[in-house]
T-cell receptor, first 113, second 112 residues
Framework: DTAVSQTPKYLVTQMGNDKSIKCEQN?????MYWYKQDSKKFLKIMFS???????INETVPNRFSPKSPDKAHLNLHINSLELGDSAVYFCASSQNSGANVLTFGAGSRLTVL | KQEVTQIPAALSVPEGENLVLNCSFTDSAIYNLQWFRQDPGKGLTSLLL?????REQTSGRLNASLDKSSGRSTLYIAASQPGDSATYLC???????????FGRGTSLIVHP
């Protein structure tokens, strides 16, 4: 069983479209994250949720809207996609928001044409 | 704001060498430091987690050390193998939010 699963793995879309990436973890963790990895492989935190509550929202355009229906799911919806949104998006989870090991999903590669 | 630097950015070595990868951070008030491995086109796999109260952690051929006062961690890989080829990332947990900040990684190639 995959601990942190993301769908879709690949997403190719046109500028201006709206798309979503889903993430689910079966580890019983309280905290989930979205990271963006750019073309230079730099991983940057976007959002963090603890028990369905937003605890971190870095300087991300408001076209990005995370949604956590329950603590096992953290979905990322992106409106009006731009070329610069092309990246690999990683979901991760940890037991809680303290000093715990992060477990990552396999990533979702988004390409905006 | 925490900044994490990894040196070298890339490393190519023959099989069997012992390696040291470096990670430095600007704010020494950290909670933990985690080393990850990323294979091409894959997610991140956690290798070692060092809590702020610890000096080192070991797992098999890997040993990670932490010196908070100097803002440094090293990942030591003994007797490197081609299967060790990957990008190694260091992530530092600090600040009130505990959110890990990543370095840009060291891309390692071990050739037979």
């Amino acid at each position: 069983d995959t601990a942190v699963s993301q769908t879709p793995k690949y997403l190719v879309t046109q500028m201006g479209n709206d798309k979503s990436i889903k993430c689910e973890q079966n580890l019983g963790h309280d905290t989930m994250y979205w990271y963006k990895q750019d073309s230079k492989k730099f991983l940057k935190i976007m959002f963090s949720y603890n028990n369905k509550e937003l605890i971190i929202n870095e300087t991300v355009p408001n076209r990005f809207s995370p949604k956590s229906p329950d603590k096992a799911h953290l979905n990322l919806h992106i409106n009006s996609l731009e070329l610069g949104d092309s990246a690999v998006y990683f979901c991760a989870s940890s037991q809680n928001s303290g000093a715990n090991v992060l477990t990552f999903g396999a990533g979702s590669r988004l390409t905006v044409l | 704001k925490q900044e994490v630097t990894q040196i070298p950015a890339a490393l190519s070595v023959p099989e069997g060498e012992n390696l040291v990868l470096n990670c430095s951070f600007t704010d020494s008030a950290i909670y933990n430091l985690q080393w990850f491995r990323q294979d091409p086109g894959k997610g991140l796999t956690s290798l070692l987690l060092i809590q702020s109260s610890q000096r080192e952690q070991t797992s098999g051929r890997l040993n990670a050390s932490l010196d908070k006062s100097s803002g440094r961690s090293t990942l030591y890989i003994a007797a490197s193998q081609p299967g060790d080829s990957a990008t190694y990332l260091c992530a530092v947990g600090s600040g009130g939010s505990y959110i890990p900040t990543f370095g840009r990684g060291t891309s390692l190639i071990v050739h037979p």
